[in-house]
Nanobody, 113 residues
Framework: QVQLVESGGGLVQPGGSLRLRCAAS????????MSWYRQVPGKERESIAG????????NYVDSVKGRFTISRDNAKNTVYLQMNSLKPEDTAVYYC??????WGQGTQVTVSS
């Protein structure tokens, strides 16, 4: 029973920071590539960051590269997304993603002054 629980979102001013967390269960987290997605109403859900099994390699969409950092703690079955220098266009619901087609409830990030 796959479960993904995102948390850490909220309202932040432009230039601010947030750290998102995703607690995973129901699958072999330590052998799974993990990623973060985001979605705004009327737009496609887009992949923004991914991290390899051990955390040695990470990739990012160009729009967040240099500002966001994905990391993981395999002992805690948790993946993180540190978001710095936030922009209004980062406003979205953020989801984590494992190897299957399951989604959590997401966590809302709103960047506004």
């Amino acid at each position: 029973q796959v479960q993904l629980v995102e948390s850490g979102g909220g309202l932040v001013q432009p230039g601010g920071s947030l750290r998102l967390r995703c607690a995973a269960s129901g699958f072999n987290f330590s052998s799974s590539f993990m990623s973060w997605y985001r979605q705004v109403p009327g737009k496609e859900r887009e992949s923004i960051a991914g991290i390899s099994i051990t955390g040695r390699y990470a990739n990012y969409v160009d729009s967040v590269k240099g500002r966001f950092t994905i990391s993981r703690d395999n002992a805690k079955n948790t993946v993180y997304l540190q978001m710095n220098s936030l922009k209004p266009e980062d406003t979205a619901v953020y989801y984590c993603k494992g190897p299957g087609g399951n989604w959590g409830q997401g966590t809302q990030v709103t960047v506004s002054s």
